[in-house]
């Protein structure tokens, strides 16, 4: 639900309005601000999930202390794990005026538990809520008590928002994704449309705030774009793909390794080798950054790469940059599923992006689902042989759709098709890093995928059988 303003002294008098009235200019200073991430449901696993909310945290903060010289408090309930008593108790001891909630990817229960606890235990503190994921089939109403709910680019609407509460400024009613109170009390929203296909430029992420234990594992974020097959944001970023500047994301990435110390860095887009010409351009800028600087950082890529406009040079700019391991979400090697999916990827196209990635000594894990709507059993031994005929050194395949669909059939077939990862690939590649010296991490290769491949090979082994 939404909130009538808080009613505060320096309000009261003239400026003083109906408790049903629109929130409108505060007209006092903001000097102190707090931005809370709160805890995430158990949805949101992986080191690279978590990396990218604490990102996405990070960034709205930096928004909030752009070009404002109030005091910014960062609270993350989740990495602390902080219960809703302990977040209220440090807003109160930080006298907040506006609270900024990160809200991406947390449980809708936990995120309401939280604006009631916020609401009970600091009543004069304006509560806006940013979810940059979208409301993913939440109404407006269901998500807790709030003044000012964004969705979209939350920064900039947030850096608005802060203008309008402390001089008035502008017409918070025209923010794209904004959902707040009208003159009758009733919640009204704005869609999150964008006119352009570029990313709003703003500050870097506050990495000088953060909480983690390990300050070496940073994450960089060049592009941004809503997946068709996605069905959590309903397209809150729009459905095309909305670039950074190059040269906003080259001095980034140099920030990142200069003054972070950074050693892992994790990109976040989604498609980052979409557009290989413009991925070219930011590896050549990276590669030379860290020979200038004299760094090496292992690089990262939080959704995996495509593979299917993979060339040579590309293969070999992201070896330099420093990519030693990347997962390919292929998904099927049917066709009809491919275009179900919404991905479209050319096979064959996949099949040679593999090799060349293969040649570089890059670690690969192929990704594929088998349980699909209306998915035959040819459809999923065609996605079987491909995973065996390419040069994937991993391939993990994972139960999707309903039981309906075959998600209790792939549960069962889970164990025997893993192994098609065979050791034989493993060795090969860690063969390969050891005769090269540019570098001494050393994979370890699962154990329990070489027991099973000698346990199927004794089965099968006339000699290991006994004498009747």
Request: hydrophobic share 40%.
């Amino acid at each position: 639900m939404t909130l009538a303003p808080p009613d505060r002294p320096e309000r009261r008098g003239a400026q003083a309005q109906a408790p049903d009235a629109a929130p409108s200019a505060w007209a006092v200073p903001l000097q102190r601000i707090a931005v809370v991430r709160p805890r995430a449901g158990k949805a949101g696993s992986g080191a690279a999930f978590e990396l990218e909310r604490e990102c996405d945290g990070l960034q709205l903060l930096a928004w909030a202390r752009h070009q404002r010289s109030a005091k910014v408090t960062w609270i993350d309930a989740h990495t602390e794990l902080l219960p809703d008593s302990a977040v209220v108790e440090r807003l109160a001891m930080a006298r907040a005026q506006v609270v900024l909630v990160s809200d991406n990817g947390s449980a809708p229960p936990k995120l309401a538990h939280l604006l009631e606890a916020i609401h009970r235990g600091c009543p004069r503190l304006w509560i806006v809520v940013a979810r940059e994921g979208g409301l993913q089939g939440q109404r407006p109403t269901d998500i807790g008590p709030y003044h000012f709910l964004l969705t979209g680019d939350t920064g900039p609407a947030a850096q608005r928002i802060l203008d309008h509460l402390e001089t008035g400024a502008g017409d918070p009613t025209q923010i794209s994704g904004l959902t707040w109170r009208d003159e009758r009390g009733n919640p009204r929203s704005n869609p999150a449309w964008h006119v352009d296909a570029t990313l709003p430029a703003g500050p870097q992420p506050a990495w000088d705030l953060r909480t983690t234990q390990d300050p070496t594992r940073l994450a960089l974020r060049t592009s941004l774009v809503c997946l068709p097959d996605c069905p959590t944001c309903h397209g809150a970023f729009g459905r095309t793909l909305r670039r950074r500047d190059e040269a906003a994301v080259q001095r980034e990435f140099e920030s990142l390794v200069r003054d972070q110390h950074a050693e892992h860095i994790t990109v976040l887009d989604e498609v980052f080798d979409f557009e290989p010409m413009r991925a070219k351009r930011l590896l050549r800028a990276w590669v030379q950054t860290l020979r200038s600087l004299d760094r090496e950082v292992q690089l990262h890529f939080a959704h995996g790469l495509r593979a299917d406009r993979m060339d040579l040079e590309l293969a070999a700019l992201l070896r330099q940059a420093g990519l030693r391991a990347v997962d390919l979400p292929i998904g099927s090697a049917s066709p009809r599923i491919q275009q179900e999916l919404g991905r479209n990827l050319n096979l064959n196209d996949v099949e040679a992006g593999i090799r060349l990635l293969a040649q570089q000594g890059i670690r690969l894990r192929g990704v594929f689902g088998l349980g699909y709507e209306r998915e035959d059993p040819r459809e999923r031994e065609r996605s079987i042989h491909f995973a065996q005929r390419s040069a994937l050194h991993q391939v993990r395949f994972e139960p999707v759709g309903g039981k309906r669909h075959g998600n209790r059939w792939s549960e069962r077939l889970w164990a025997q098709v893993r192994f098609y990862a065979t050791p034989a690939r493993q060795r090969a590649w860690r063969d390969w890093v050891t005769d090269r010296t540019e570098t001494t991490w050393q994979p370890g290769i699962e154990t329990w995928l070489g027991k099973l491949g000698r346990r199927l090979e004794r089965r099968a082994s006339p000699a290991d059988t006994k004498p009747s």
